[in-house]
């Protein structure tokens, strides 16, 4: 394995995203990946599976011994995000992979983007919303909470093998919406971490078997991502979530635009 300090820099600043927020396994490291150094879709999204998932293991047990995951919810997610990720997979495996698949997949990730950073921007107002039809109409409100669920995990199962986007950012304003009562901050991301982590490692797998996975590129995102997600991991209940997340999802709409090759 030839050692890229720049490499290991972007994996060491992403795992600090994704020990604090949650965020960045896919929404940020697939587009640098892209945007900077020049790696295949493909390749970007098979390799990236792989570095989130390694990279949010690490991350989990500082939030298991905490107390902080919700394994209630944890469960009802996969049971939708695990079947989509296994029909999309299978998608995959029968297209071929040229130069109009490429294409495809770029525009998806940056499409994966801008709902990612579009939806971290109203993640609060989407809480509220929740919050008051929890309060209002609990009977309802406790009825649709776990098909809901479900049906929100499909949706990540589907874009997260797709793209290898969305397990984190929009995972969290699902749970945001879903949970406004029983989900503090820090449950929040913890539990989104913990559900990432079989999902990427599912969908990885499928696209390992397909020859998509840069071993070189994944190890040395490892050398940075596994000390910056401990140290993130530590700080998330210190700093100010909303004004990270909202930051992060200026930068993200920065990169979607990119992607899509607009001004």
């Not at 570095?51 to 469960?75: E, M, P, S, Y």
């Not at 801008?114 to 509220?128: G, I, K, N, P």
């Amino acid at each position: 394995m030839a050692f890229d300090i720049a490499l290991v820099v972007a994996g060491a600043g992403t795992g600090v995203l994704v020990g604090m927020t949650g965020v960045g396994g896919g929404a940020v490291m697939t587009p640098l990946l892209l945007l900077v150094f020049g790696v295949a879709p493909v390749a970007a999204i098979g390799t990236d599976l792989w570095f989130a998932a390694l990279t949010k293991i690490a991350a989990t047990r500082v939030h298991h011994a905490r107390g902080l995951i919700d394994w209630q919810v944890v469960r009802r997610l996969w049971a939708g995000s695990l079947p989509a990720s296994a029909l999309t997979l299978a998608w995959m495996a029968y297209v071929p992979i040229g130069k109009e698949t490429a294409d495809f997949l770029k525009v998806m990730i940056a499409v994966a983007v801008l709902v990612t950073a579009t939806a971290m921007l109203f993640q609060q107002q989407l809480h509220d919303l929740g919050q008051r039809f929890r309060l209002g109409d609990k009977k309802h409100f406790r009825a649709m909470q776990g098909p809901a669920t479900v049906l929100a995990g499909a949706l990540l199962g589907l874009l997260v093998t797709l793209t290898s986007i969305g397990a984190g950012a929009l995972g969290v304003v699902f749970l945001a919406y879903l949970y406004p009562l029983r989900l503090t901050t820090s449950r929040l991301v913890a539990t989104d971490i913990v559900h990432a982590i079989p999902l990427a490692m599912f969908a990885g797998t499928g696209h390992l078997l397909m020859g998509n996975v840069n071993f070189g590129l994944l190890l040395n995102l490892l050398v940075g991502s596994i000390p910056g997600v401990l140290l993130g991991a530590m700080l998330s209940s210190k700093l100010p979530q909303r004004v990270l997340r909202v930051a992060l999802a200026c930068i993200l709409l920065f990169t979607g635009t990119k992607l899509l090759g607009l001004p």
